[in-house]
């Protein structure tokens, strides 16, 4: 799936990152334990995430996460924009739940990592 079209079905805002929307990613994990996300072996997958602090760039900096959707509205620090253009993460921020955001794009293709 596109990143473009992820961005459109969870009626998202790209903060940065806008080079990657021409990207395709095969698979996704949502979790706000970023100790979980860090057990996740496949590469080059979307974290959904409500976790909104440096923590979460950081985690998917290591786990070879280069997207990043944060659900529920949260707030996005210019701290956070700041070290994910840094590290070549696109940020997508969505006012839907974690629950629906998965939900819609599993229903759309999207695979789930385990």
Known sequence: MVLQEVCNLVNGEVLCGHSRLKESVEF???S???????????????????LANSQSIRTAEMSDAPYILICRGKTVTPDMVELASENGILIIVSKFSMFKCSGILYSAGLKAVY
């Open 28 to 30: 996704a994990f949502s």
């Open 32 to 50: 706000d334990l970023m100790s979980d996300v860090l057990t996740v072996k496949k590469e080059h997958f979307l974290l959904i995430t409500g």
